[in-house]
């Protein structure tokens, strides 16, 4: 499994951004695609997840001004809406895909996000 992350940037605070991550090589029907991000000094944290049903989680940090979704149809591609966006959350953000039933775990390349105040 293979995953393409894209759409990170430089953005002013309050302003708003769109990450998408393709999946390509064997991937299920029934696995749970998201997004986590770390920044430098940090640990990478989750920031939001969703399953093929379109069941989500996100962090506290991140409620009311992110959201991820599917594109319609698809096992492979995920987006994370980034609005209202604040200094803090500039990181490093990776797509990731959880699948089977030993749950493995899967990470893309990661995109820069940068806000500036």
């Known amino acids: 499994v293979q995953l393409q992350a894209s759409g990170g940037g430089l953005v002013q605070a309050g302003g708003s951004l769109r990450l998408s991550c393709v999946g390509s090589?064997?991937?299920?029907?029934?696995?749970?695609m998201g997004w986590s991000r770390q920044s430098p000094g940090k640990e990478r944290e989750l920031v939001a997840s969703?399953?093929?049903?379109?069941?989500?989680?996100y962090a506290d940090s991140v409620t009311g001004r992110f959201t991820i979704s599917r594109e319609p149809g698809t096992k492979n591609t995920v987006y994370l809406q980034m609005n209202n966006l604040k200094p803090e959350d500039t990181a490093i953000y990776y797509c990731?895909?959880?699948?089977?039933?030993?749950?493995?775990?899967?990470w893309g390349q990661g995109t820069q996000v940068t806000v500036s105040s």
């Open positions: 990731n895909l959880r699948q089977g039933a030993d749950r493995r775990l899967f």
């Open positions: 090589g064997n991937i299920f029907s029934g696995n749970i």
């Open positions: 969703t399953t093929v049903g379109g069941r989500t989680t």
